[in-house]
């Protein structure tokens, strides 16, 4: 039995959603986004409430049975209400600013890093050292974010770099000296 694939997702005002047989559109005020899902799951909508069905309990259905639920309720949600993820950025010099649609971010090498803001992703730098990255597709803030984290991952001595807002870094000691 799975809780979270037999859980119904109550679709609010504003958003519509269309089923072309395993082609799900959901269109909301923040914006529209498809997806084609597993041909075995089964959607219905019925008073403005999604269901996701499985035809039967082989290992393969039950782990899609929770995905395809999930999945669906993220798009419902990034379609009302958006997604965000918060970037900070540690080290002395180190900054990010926004030039149009670009990320300009100097992170102690001998150039800046500039990243072009995929379709549908929006950069926010309310200070030189935090990065928010927004957008509807929660799969794609996801990525993007990964993606800018890598430029200068946290280092664990000294605790340089790009990191998640939520993320602890556990630091370590350095070299013991010489007694």
């Given at each position: 039995?799975?809780?979270?694939?037999?859980?119904?997702?109550?679709?609010?005002?504003?958003?519509?959603?269309?089923?072309?047989?395993?082609?799900?559109?959901?269109?909301?005020?923040?914006?529209?986004?498809?997806?084609?899902?597993?041909?075995?799951?089964?959607?219905?909508?019925?008073?403005?409430?999604?269901?996701?069905?499985?035809?039967?309990?082989?290992?393969?259905?039950?782990?899609?049975?929770?995905?395809?639920?999930?999945?669906?309720?993220?798009?419902?949600?990034?379609?009302?209400?958006?997604?965000?993820?918060?970037?900070?950025?540690?080290?002395?010099?180190?900054?990010?600013?926004?030039?149009?649609?670009?990320?300009?971010?100097n992170l102690g090498y001998s150039h800046p890093v500039e990243m072009e803001a995929p379709a549908g992703i929006t950069f926010d730098v309310p200070s030189q050292n935090e990065i928010i990255v927004k957008g509807i597709d929660k799969e794609l803030v996801g990525q993007t974010a990964a993606v800018i984290r890598t430029k200068r991952p946290p280092?664990?001595?000294?605790?340089?770099?790009?990191?998640?807002?939520?993320?602890?870094?556990?630091?370590?000691?350095?070299?013991?000296?010489?007694?």
């Amino acid at each position: 039995m799975s809780r979270i694939g037999n859980k119904p997702i109550t679709v609010p005002d504003g958003v519509e959603v269309k089923l072309d047989g395993q082609h799900i559109t959901v269109k909301g005020p923040k914006g529209t986004l498809e997806r084609d899902i597993h041909e075995n799951m089964k959607v219905t909508l019925e008073d403005k409430v999604l269901k996701v069905v499985r035809p039967n309990d082989e290992p393969k259905n039950r782990s899609l049975h929770g995905l395809t639920r999930t999945l669906i309720n993220n798009m419902v949600e990034g379609t009302t209400n958006g997604f965000e993820r918060k970037l900070e950025i540690n080290g002395v010099g180190y900054r990010a600013q926004k030039q149009g649609n670009k990320l300009v971010m100097n992170l102690g090498y001998s150039h800046p890093v500039e990243m072009e803001a995929p379709a549908g992703i929006t950069f926010d730098v309310p200070s030189q050292n935090e990065i928010i990255v927004k957008g509807i597709d929660k799969e794609l803030v996801g990525q993007t974010a990964a993606v800018i984290r890598t430029k200068r991952p946290p280092e664990v001595y000294r605790g340089k770099g790009i990191k998640y807002a939520e993320e602890i870094i556990r630091r370590k000691e350095g070299k013991a000296g010489k007694k």
